[in-house]
């Protein structure tokens, strides 16, 4: 697998209960979740035993919500071809 590095963009895979997420935008709070498919931003990178990864989702460049995910949660994006 490869290693998630900041300011990657990624989707998430698994809905992120409203728990553990912490909400910037008062308009979200009537959530349940953050639905599995919501694209995000790495902003910063836990290594731990397992990393874990602070992630900034966003709709057109403005914050809504905040989570710290774990690598299973998540899938990078890529842009680009690369070659494996």
Request: proline share 2%; glycine share 4%.
């Amino acid at each position: 697998m490869k290693k998630v590095k900041l300011l990657d963009t990624i989707v998430t895979l698994k809905p992120i209960s409203i728990g553990r997420l912490q909400l910037v935008q008062e308009d979200y709070t009537s959530i349940e979740s953050l639905p599995s498919g919501q694209v995000g931003t790495i902003v910063e990178v836990y290594e731990q035993e397992e990393y874990h990864y602070l992630v900034d989702a966003d709709t057109q460049g403005y914050e809504y919500a905040m989570a710290t995910l774990r690598a299973d949660e998540i899938l990078v994006l890529h842009y680009d071809l690369a070659i494996a």
